[in-house]
């Protein structure tokens, strides 16, 4: 069984989507010129953005968006790209929770919550 994500060492619940994606930081002297053409000055590359969306209860949502909530944290996720797990200090980003209304009253309220994940 593959576990998505840890934080701070604790579980968080299982994702319904992850989104893994690697990107490049460059200074602000990267700049195009008359032409068009990049002169880029990367500042650091490979850093992690993960994009999770979940359906919780209102009790699961509680204790996710307390994980999450320190201004940084320890993450440890399933990078898809190379089948393994990375560990890095990331904070959270957007953070949106829609309500998932049901007919059957007795189901209780379901939240689709996203989040995206980036590394410090």
Request: hydrophobic share 30%; proline share 2%; charged share 25%.
């Amino acid at each position: 069984m593959v576990i998505w994500l840890k934080i701070n060492g604790t579980q968080a619940p299982t994702p319904r989507t992850c989104k893994v994606g690697r990107y490049d930081l460059d200074s602000e002297n990267t700049t195009r010129n008359e032409k068009g053409v990049l002169h880029r000055d990367r500042i650091r590359s490979g850093t992690y953005k993960c994009e999770y969306t979940w359906r919780l209860t209102t009790s699961e949502l509680s204790d996710l968006t307390s994980l999450l909530s320190s201004e940084t944290f320890t993450a440890e996720f399933y990078d898809l790209t190379t089948n393994t797990y990375h560990t890095c200090t990331m904070y959270a980003g957007d953070r949106t929770a829609d309500t998932v209304l049901s007919r059957d009253s007795a189901g209780g309220v379901l939240v689709d919550y996203s989040c995206s994940l980036i590394e410090c």
